[in-house]
């Protein structure tokens, strides 16, 4: 037995109470036969199952590549934190 499973007192059990715990260490064979959860589970797991990310949006923005003169990328810059969505208002402005 290794230090870190030897019954340690004032944790909430009993010497008595450790010795009744009945969970021996799976062998090779359980391990190989184990089977997911979702396996196991198939209702359960659908019904936690979440998306990961942000949620999709009907209209998503495209990335581009834009050259642009450092000027103009100064200026909108200068203008504080938000420049990138201040020259997208511009642009969208600018179609018309």
């Given amino acids: 037995m290794t230090a870190a ?6 944790r909430g059990y009993t ?8 969970n021996p260490e799976l062998t ?9 959860f979702q396996a196991v589970f198939p209702e359960l797991h ?9 949620p999709k949006i009907e209209n998503p923005k495209a990335a581009i590549t834009l050259r642009v ?17 201040r020259m ?3 642009l969208e402005r600018a179609k018309g």
């Fill in 46 to 54: 659908a019904s936690i199952k979440r998306a990961r990310g942000r």
């Fill in 28 to 36: 090779d064979k359980q391990i190989v036969k184990g089977q997911s």
């Fill in 5 to 10: 499973k030897k019954y340690r007192p004032g």
């Fill in 69 to 85: 003169s450092p000027d103009t990328i100064e200026k909108f810059k200068a203008t504080g934190k938000d420049w990138r969505t």
């Fill in 15 to 22: 010497r008595k109470d450790r010795a009744a715990v009945d």
């Fill in 88 to 90: 997208a208002k511009v």
